[in-house]
């Protein structure tokens, strides 16, 4: 039986060009009956379950009577849950996306938004009247209603670092005014932009799955993209200007000023494509635990001619991150985990095909015009890469 793949239903009057242009970064959406409960299979105890397996990263968020707040970090044994109040707590497990193909599945209904800049799925239990406190988020989430009942709470007032509770391993505001509020039931769906603070209280035991995205700050890309300067630099000196006066030689001038910029200038600026291909190979970097090893054996071509010609897929491995970019109008360049792979135009349909979908089968090759050895070679060096896999029978 093929599995499930979930799609989100806009609401009527908003397609997915519409969403793009008056919602994505914007404002908020509620999309009342988006997804099917088929999409949701993951049971409390099965969320438990993974909460005390190292590789998940895990919390408990707990609000005591006193409205003081307390964080737990994973992983964490049975006796852990034995020992929680009957309310105001909330069990979040990260990247459940990585391990649960399932889960991983979801992502296929979000194809109307950037999809490079995903993330991972977040998935939570809360007790009744269990939450994480009101905050704000950095980055565009969705917010799936899975099983039960979660009122959100919406303000657009602007917060900042100063109205958070001090002292607390945890980003939660010290105010909050209501200005939209909403119960959301199985299968609704939340957008938020970045920036819009939310307050999810549970009203009964609810499961809800937070498909975040990726937004480097500033400081992030300065940092990574200057410490890419530095790797560029050589041991060229600076060198003192032709008119050098004898009358001002303890004076910065222009000539000197001029000389310290051109030996500037010969490291790539923002422009080039050396830039290009850096934030590719930075958007795609995945996270230390989420580096992928190459297969036990080693794929051959006609390992692969015959894997096709019965029929199966290739998929992406559940670590993988992908982009693709144009470099002009003669290259096209394919990105994934940190890495770059520049090709002729004439593989764009294949690198574009390869970046955006996560599964693939001879049907969708044969329909690309792109050279057969070429395109042969990515797809081997990828599946010995360990980025793509052989599909596994469900």
């Given at each position: ?89 909330t069990l979040l497990v990260q990247d459940v996306d990585k391990y649960l193909p399932d ?65 607390l391993d945890q980003r939660i505001l010290s105010h909050f005014r209501i200005d939209e ?75 000197a000023h001029e000389e310290a910029s051109k030996l500037l200038d010969t490291l790539p ?126």
């Open positions: 039986m093929k599995p499930y793949t979930p799609a989100i239903d806009l609401p009527r009057g908003i397609d997915r060009a519409a969403f793009l242009r008056d919602y994505w970064q914007k404002k908020p959406l509620l999309m009342r009956s988006a997804m099917s409960a088929k999409a949701f299979s993951l049971t409390p105890d099965e969320l438990a379950g993974l909460a005390c397996e190292a590789e998940f990263e895990s919390r408990l968020i707990i609000e005591h009577p006193d409205s003081a707040w307390e964080v737990r970090h994973g992983p964490f044994a049975g006796d852990d849950f034995a020992t929680l109040p009957e309310s105001h707590w889960v991983a599945r979801l992502m296929e209904g979000f194809d109307f938004v950037p999809t490079w800049r995903i993330d991972d799925i977040m998935i939570s239990y809360a007790s009744d009247q269990g939450g994480v406190g009101p905050h704000t988020d950095a980055y565009d989430v969705f917010l799936m209603q899975a099983a039960g009942r979660r009122r959100w709470r919406l303000s657009f007032s602007k917060y900042t670092d100063d109205d958070l509770i001090p002292g509020e909403w119960v959301l039931e199985p299968g609704d769906v939340l957008y938020l932009p970045p920036g819009i603070a939310h307050w999810g209280i549970a009203e009964g035991e609810c499961m809800t799955y937070s498909l975040g995205f990726r937004a480097p700050s500033q400081q992030d890309l300065a940092a990574d993209w200057f410490q890419h300067l530095v790797s560029l630099a050589d041991a060229r000196r600076l060198i003192d200007p032709a008119d050098l006066q004898l009358d001002s030689l303890a004076e910065l001038s222009e000539g600026s923002t422009r080039s494509t050396d830039y290009r291909l850096w934030l590719g190979e930075y958007l795609t970097e995945p996270k230390p635990q989420f580096h992928i090893l190459p297969p036990d054996e080693a794929w051959s071509a006609p390992d692969l001619d015959g894997w096709l010609a019965q029929g199966r897929d290739l998929s992406r491995h559940p670590f993988a991150r992908m982009t693709w970019s144009r470099l002009g109008n003669e290259e096209v360049v394919l990105f994934s985990q940190g890495e770059s792979r520049r090709f002729h135009g004439e593989m764009t349909d294949a690198v574009r095909l390869i970046a955006e979908r996560r599964q693939f089968g001879a049907r969708e090759l044969g329909r690309l015009d792109a050279p057969l050895e070429t395109l042969r070679d990515l797809l081997l060096e990828l599946l010995n890469a360990g980025i793509l896999e052989p599909q596994q029978e469900d």
